[in-house]
């Protein structure tokens, strides 16, 4: 099947950096998206890596390597409201994406 | 602009029951999907769209049916409602980028 890997969880202090790791199944993979979910709310997109490397968006960054079927999620000058689940999904032919165990990461003051 | 919207946010069924949760996106999207999601867990995917016309069964497709009923609408059917299907509903579609835009879930509780 199509099953993605994650930390469980993640905790860091205000001000840190954090990485936040994925692998995936390599078979029809086209790429590699992140969101953010806080708890009761919907999952919101962070980022899309088609091709390998570095995508940066504010304090968050995203990297892809698909020689190693890794990628992983990177926030900087971490804040409290940053606390939340972090999910890596990869979209397969036909369309079909699939979600990751998600991470949870706790940010302390 | 409403983006994705999914009703009902809230639904309590008994065992055996069925019922449709509906989806509809306004911003002209081909590919529309169906995720459940447990306590503490990730999203699992039930059912997706990749255009108007055809569906594809996901991970956990059993206990589920869907339907595509045009472009903007993609509603997901349970026919007889069973315990372990409790669970919050989310309906999804994707834009430009690959960005998946979500609608706020559905709660459902099967007793």
């Known amino acids: 099947g199509q099953s993605l890997e994650q930390p469980s969880e993640v905790t860091a202090v205000e001000g840190a950096i954090v990485q936040i790791n994925c692998t995936y199944q390599?078979?029809?993979?086209?790429?590699l998206s992140w969101y953010q979910q806080h708890d009761g709310g919907a999952p919101t997109f962070l980022s899309y890596?088609?091709?390998?490397g570095l995508e940066e968006t504010g304090r968050f960054s995203s990297f892809l390597s698909r020689s190693d079927s890794y990628g992983y999620l990177l926030l900087q000058e971490l804040q409290m409201k940053d606390s939340a689940s972090y999910f890596c999904a990869a979209l397969y032919n036909t369309d079909k994406l699939i979600f990751g165990t998600g991470t949870r990461l706790q940010v302390f003051p | 602009n409403a983006g994705v919207t999914q009703t009902p946010k809230f639904q309590v069924l008994k065992t055996g029951q069925s019922m449709t949760l509906q989806c509809a996106q306004d911003?002209?999207?081909?590919?529309m999907y169906w995720y459940r999601q447990d306590p503490g867990m990730g999203l699992r995917l039930i059912y997706y769209s990749a255009s108007e016309g055809t569906t594809d069964k996901g991970e956990v497709p059993n206990g589920y049916n869907v339907s595509r009923l045009n472009k903007r609408e993609f509603s997901l059917r349970l026919e007889s409602a069973a315990p372990s299907q409790t669970s919050v509903y989310f309906c999804a579609s994707t834009g430009p980028n690959e960005k998946l835009f979500f609608g706020s879930g559905t709660q459902l509780s099967v007793l």
């Open positions: 911003m002209n999207h081909n590919s």
């Open positions: 390599t078979s029809g993979f086209y790429g």
């Open positions: 890596n088609a091709l390998d």
